[in-house]
């Protein structure tokens, strides 16, 4: 029997929709869906300056990775709004999906957190909200906060929060009852929250659906766990990675705090170290202050060994230019500026993907540590300078444990030694720079003196540690030129 021509099409069709998917096809599928990566952040913590590096951590690994979702496992009673506003920042440096699984409790700050993500589901018997900004005193306690204090800090709030509700599609109202105990919210005529009242919302509360069309209050669902949210997302099969806290987050939030004592310890001990002979304590204490500051931004995830490395570079071509290639002055100024640009770039919080040269908003935390170090580190080397050969100290930094000299007198000696000694500079000297006296080259200063490299001088003092010298032609100091014969009287 022959089959009409426009019945042909639809039993085909009827045939490859009746018809088993190829085996191979469904494997593909299966691959693709293992590929998917997952990462899961855990907020379950007060929300303190060292969950911020843990975050950070965590979304740089996923970026690093290029995850297609990013779950926050959230249990917390909230804490402090700068430290929220800077894990809200670092959030947004993940441009894949974001999701909240409010895994017992969101209160406060960790409310506001959720909101930084696109969904918020809750497991049962969960709840979030009561984010009202609090006062804590010192010791832990609670104190009301004076009315304009309050109102101040309320619109600052609300308004981060609630560009992160309208970035996400969050219902504002709720929103913001969950800050501002004045904000009356009805929906549908069913009272939401009375005036007076802080919002908060269990899961069911949340879940609910509310206007036409219907949309949840706030959570997307609720859910067991973990497991049944990655199933119902569509993600059952991804591989699924957990950023685990490792206690180094604390330690490198006690080192941060302390960023500006690390510079000025190790700009003042390096100095010290340059102006006394030898190796001792000064290097080992500025080398290790150095080593702490870098520490601290590896561990909280803002810079890797990269910036140390070159740190101790730019070291190495200062030191060159001081005692192997003195007046070069090309590698002074590329070894300084080195380490000047490592220790700025180690605290620039970078992300992947990022321009290469940073923003001045990344740039204005280390630039003012900088500064602050400068200023401090300045003010020590100049008390340092001027009494610390005077003490009984010095005399131990420059022992033979430090130095190779057997004691204060030893260097004391060498001095009467070289005082009067001629040689010729090493470099231009203006006023300081280095001189050749025989075999030994000195770290040298005239009395204001230009003097040109080549020009021979001579040792007629010491300042501190520098020996001061002036040019040969000029007749040595405290020489009497010979009298006259005097003329006898008549």
């Known amino acids: 029997m022959k089959m009409p021509g426009r019945l042909f099409p639809w039993l085909m069709l009827g045939l490859a929709v009746g018809a088993p998917v190829p085996q191979g096809m469904c494997a593909a599928e299966s691959d693709e869906a293992s590929r998917r990566q997952v990462f899961v952040l855990p907020i379950r913590e007060d929300i303190m300056p060292p969950l911020t590096y843990l975050v950070r951590r965590g979304v740089k690994q996923a970026m690093d990775a290029r995850a297609d979702l990013l779950v926050l496992d959230m249990k917390t009673d909230g804490g402090r709004v700068d430290v929220t506003e800077e894990i809200i920042r670092i959030l947004g440096q993940f441009k894949g999906r974001k999701v909240t699984l409010v895994n017992d409790r969101a209160f406060s700050a960790g409310a506001f957190i959720a909101v930084a993500t696109e969904q918020i589901y809750m497991v049962p018997q969960s709840v979030i909200g009561a984010a009202a900004p609090i006062l804590m005193i010192p010791g832990g306690g609670v104190q009301d906060m004076p009315a304009t204090m309050e109102a101040k800090m309320n619109s600052a709030i609300r308004a981060l929060v609630r560009s992160q509700a309208e970035k996400h599609g969050y219902n ?123 520490l601290g931004s590896y561990i909280a995830g803002l810079s890797g060994l990269e910036w140390p490395l070159l740190f101790v570079l730019g070291l190495v071509l200062v030191v060159l230019e001081l005692f192997l290639f003195p007046g070069t002055v090309v590698l002074g100024l590329v070894g300084g500026l080195l380490m000047l640009v490592t220790v700025v770039m180690a605290m620039v919080d970078r992300y992947p993907g990022m321009p290469a040269l940073p923003t001045l908003p990344q740039l204005e935390t280390p630039l003012w540590d900088l500064f602050y170090a400068a200023v401090g580190a300045g003010v020590v080397i100049l008390i340092l300078g001027r009494f610390l050969p005077h003490t009984p100290l010095y005399g131990i930094l420059v022992s033979r444990a430090a130095s190779g000299m057997e004691s204060l007198r030893e260097l004391s000696e060498q001095r009467r030694r070289l005082l009067g000694r001629e040689g010729v500079a090493l470099s231009a000297l203006h006023p300081g720079g280095k001189a050749r006296f025989g075999e030994e080259v000195l770290d040298v200063i005239t009395q204001g003196d230009l003097i040109e490299k080549g020009t021979p001088v001579r040792i007629v003092g010491y300042s501190a540690r520098e020996a001061v010298v002036e040019p040969v032609a000029t007749p040595p100091r405290n020489t009497v030129s010979p009298a006259a014969p005097a003329q006898r009287s008549a």
């Open 172 to 294: 504002l109202d709720v929103i913001e009852a969950m800050i501002d105990r004045n904000r009356e919210v009805i929906i549908d005529g069913q009272v939401i929250n009375r005036k007076g009242d802080i919002l908060t919302l269990t899961d069911t509360e949340a879940a609910r659906k509310y206007g036409d069309p219907p949309k949840p209050l706030l959570s997307s669902g609720t859910v067991e766990n973990l497991e049944v949210l990655l199933e119902r997302l569509g993600f059952a099969e991804a591989r699924v990675t957990r950023i685990e806290p490792t206690g180094a987050e604390q330690l490198a939030f006690w080192i941060n705090s302390l960023n500006w004592l690390w510079l000025i310890l190790g700009a003042a001990g390096i100095y010290l170290e340059l102006k006394t002979p030898g190796f001792g304590l000064p290097g080992i204490v500025g080398l290790a202050a150095v080593a702490l500051y870098f």
